[in-house]
């Protein structure tokens, strides 16, 4: 009877002992199980996924530099540690290698782009802008490359610099600058304008022995080459003391320009602008109605104003602050 409960309870003993283990050996292989993960294949795949993917694994990415690579593509990766497939615990370091792409490359073509569009393909394949030359040209606009070293097609090296000739666009016309010495400002402008000179600063300067409101200097000299777009500066004779202009009345260094179109039946591009101190700018600009009247406020101080009907300029108003 002793044996047979002796005997009982060591086979219960047995069994408790075997459950037990075997709950043990469960735990462990889950808990183990989800500490380890297998490494994926990383080699090809672009960095951007290489890091998130690493990340939802729970693995640390370590980039341990780059490298050219005539197979893999520009910001891939070119090498793994450790090899796809192996198994290891979360938190770990997986270190990889980043392809810089083949360190040789066809040259892009960057003729007819703008200087800004060239640089950015300049540094998106890693190669660098060169020396820089500007040249007149009829056929290729301001600011584009006309053409470039080396010539699109070649090889070069990646961290190699491209040397580029820049269009100043279309060649500006030169004139001889015309002797405006005398005329009075009604005239010197039109002359200006005619051949696209630039109306700079009118200064007034008083003379006594030449006639008033004639140009007395001008900048350039007469006879200067200069080119469209040149500013030319005036000075012109004007007596102390004289204020306003029945067009134009001063009030604490504000003036009140009018002005009324004739009577008739069709309407005029009026444009009214304004000179002060060697700065243009249009007050007005626009068709008006034959009777209609303009009316604007303007500085005073040393201020010239012009007044264009369709495109013919009829009056020119001078007030300075003397």
């Known amino acids: 009877m002793i044996s047979r409960i002796l005997k009982i309870a060591a086979l219960f003993f047995l069994f408790v002992l075997i459950v037990g283990a075997s709950a043990y050996l469960t735990l462990t292989l889950i808990i183990k199980s989800e500490d380890t993960v297998v490494v994926p294949e990383l080699v090809g795949k672009n960095v951007v996924y290489v890091l998130e993917l690493l990340t939802d694994l729970g693995l640390n990415t370590k980039v341990k530099g780059s490298e050219y690579s005539a197979d ?35 040259m892009p073509n960057l003729k007819g782009l703008s200087i800004q569009q060239a640089r950015i393909i300049l540094e998106e394949n ?96 007469s006879g200067h080459r200069v080119t469209q777009g040149s500013i030319v500066n005036l ?34 591009h009026i444009r009214v602008r304004l000179n002060s101190f060697g700065v243009s700018n249009d007050l007005f600009d626009g068709f008006m109605k034959p009777g209609e009247e303009i009316w604007l406020l303007i500085p005073t101080n040393n201020a010239t ?18």
């Open 72 to 106: 893999v593509p520009e910001n891939n990766v070119i090498f793994q540690d450790p090899e796809p497939g192996a198994e290891i615990k979360k938190g770990r370091d997986v270190r990889i290698i980043i392809s810089k792409g083949a360190k040789s490359i066809l």
């Open 126 to 221: 890693s190669l660098c802008r060169g020396e820089i030359s500007s040249t007149y040209s009829n056929n290729i606009k301001k600011d584009e490359i006309i053409t470039q070293v080396p010539w699109p097609g070649d090889m070069i090296n990646r961290g190699g610099c491209v040397n580029l000739l820049v269009s100043m666009g279309i060649r500006p016309r030169a004139y001889k600058m015309p002797d405006l010495i005398g005329l009075s400002l009604d005239s010197a402008i039109p002359m200006i304008e005619t051949i696209d000179l630039v109306l700079g600063e009118i200064k007034p300067h008083f003379h006594k022995d030449k006639p008033l409101n004639a140009v007395v200097a001008q900048e350039p000299l």
């Open 235 to 268: 000075v012109i004779n004007r007596k102390p003391g004289r204020k306003g202009h029945k067009y134009l009345h001063e009030d604490k260094g504000v003036g009140l320009f009018r002005y009324r179109l004739k009577d008739g039946f069709l309407k005029r």
């Open 305 to 322: 104003v012009f007044l264009y009907e369709d495109g013919e300029l009829i009056k020119t108003i001078v007030y300075d602050a003397w």
